[in-house]
């Protein structure tokens, strides 16, 4: 049996607004930096990145436990599409992944 409050958490309006203007701001944020901030921005970019990316974690691993439908459905693996998508724009990971001394 699942977790229904943990259901109703991740189902509540203001969850699903709170991820979608996170996600916009994920698709775009990165070629924000690149046009209008300066390099000492890109920490500031990079830690919110790596929160968009703890957010999305979270609630991949509170969709599974809440949905028995969730695990390996379609969203399923688009929200993990769009976790792994975020790993090119975090230079504190994408650096250490393809070895770039930092």
């Not at 691993?61 to 993990?80: L, P, R, T, V």
């Amino acid at each position: 049996m699942r977790n229904k409050k943990l259901e109703n958490l991740i189902d509540h309006s203001l969850m699903i607004s709170f991820v979608t203007l996170i996600t916009i701001y994920a698709l775009f944020i990165d070629d924000v930096r690149v046009l209008s901030f300066a390099v000492s921005y890109d920490t500031f970019v990079y830690a919110s990145i790596l929160c968009i990316m703890v957010i999305y974690l979270l609630d991949i691993i509170i969709s599974s436990i809440a949905k028995n439908e969730y695990i390996f459905s379609f969203f399923f693996w688009a929200d993990i599409f769009c976790l792994l998508s975020l790993v090119p724009d975090c230079a504190w990971i994408w650096n250490n992944i393809v070895g770039v001394p930092s």
